[in-house]
Antibody, heavy 119, light 107 residues
Framework: QVQLVQSGAEVKKPGSSVKVSCTASGGSIGSHMVNWVRQAPGQGLEWMGRIIPLFGTVNYAQKFQGRVTITADESTTTVYMEMSSLRFEDTAVYYC????????????WGQGTMVTVSS | DIQMTQSPSSLSASVGDRVTITCQASQDIRNSLHWYQQKPGKAPNLLICDATNLETGVPPRFSGSGSGTEFTFTISSLQPEDIATYYCQQSDNLPFTFGPGTKVDIK
């Protein structure tokens, strides 16, 4: 069974960038869309974007277009989400989630990465 | 963007009670509606996909119904382990959007 393992917590200054990784273990995610979803403290879930690692095709929520870059490595086992120009309100848990092939639902999630933006 | 609303925002019920959560989409999303359970400090967990299909291993006390713009999520007999926040999510159109969540606890 595929598991998604994310990189550890980050503390960043406003205006800086952060790069979070999501690595598949126990299988491949190359042909699946991998999505990024964030959750601010005490708040709901917000979809950010997705990539299909095998082809590099990416979609972004308009809110994050230009500030978020989602990439995958050549082995297609690791997906990255990089966010630039960090603001205090970007403090959140960032999740990666695999999108099932036929039904567009998120069936496997990473454990989450806490990103704290603080001066 | 498709707006998703959920009601109620929170509820308190007794063990064994039937619990119902509704989710409304701002436009027709056919059956492209999924339900997730999130426990504190944990990632969401997919319970129901395409409005009515129970995920493997999910107890049958959970069910979903609806299509178009109106959807319902039901727990037929609330158990202590069901304490969580439940989210609906549409995948008919990008950007994918989630409902604001319904927090369920035990009375």
């Amino acid at each position: 069974q595929v598991q998604l393992v994310q990189s550890g917590a980050e503390v960043k200054k406003p205006g800086s960038s952060v790069k979070v990784s999501c690595t598949a273990s126990g299988g491949s995610i190359g042909s699946h869309m991998v999505n990024w979803v964030r959750q601010a403290p005490g708040q709901g879930l917000e979809w950010m974007g997705r990539i299909i690692p095998l082809f590099g095709t990416v979609n972004y929520a308009q809110k994050f277009q230009g500030r978020v870059t989602i990439t995958a490595d050549e082995s297609t086992t690791t997906v990255y989400m990089e966010m630039s120009s960090l603001r205090f309100e970007d403090t959140a848990v960032y999740y990666c989630a695999r999108e099932r092939s036929v039904v567009i639902a998120f069936d496997i999630w990473g454990q989450g990465t806490m990103v704290t933006v603080s001066s | 963007d498709i707006q998703m609303t959920q009601s109620p925002s929170s509820l308190s019920a007794s063990v064994g009670d039937r619990v119902t959560i509704t989710c409304q989409a701002s436009q027709d999303i056919r059956n492209s509606l999924h339900w997730y359970q999130q426990k504190p400090g944990k990632a969401p967990n997919l319970l129901i996909c395409d409005a009515t299909n129970l995920e493997t291993g999910v107890p049958p006390r959970f069910s979903g119904s609806g299509s178009g713009t109106e959807f319902t999520f039901t727990i037929s007999s609330l158990q202590p382990e069901d304490i969580a926040t439940y989210y609906c999510q549409q995948s008919d159109n990008l950007p994918f959007t989630f409902g604001p969540g319904t927090k369920v606890d035990i009375k």
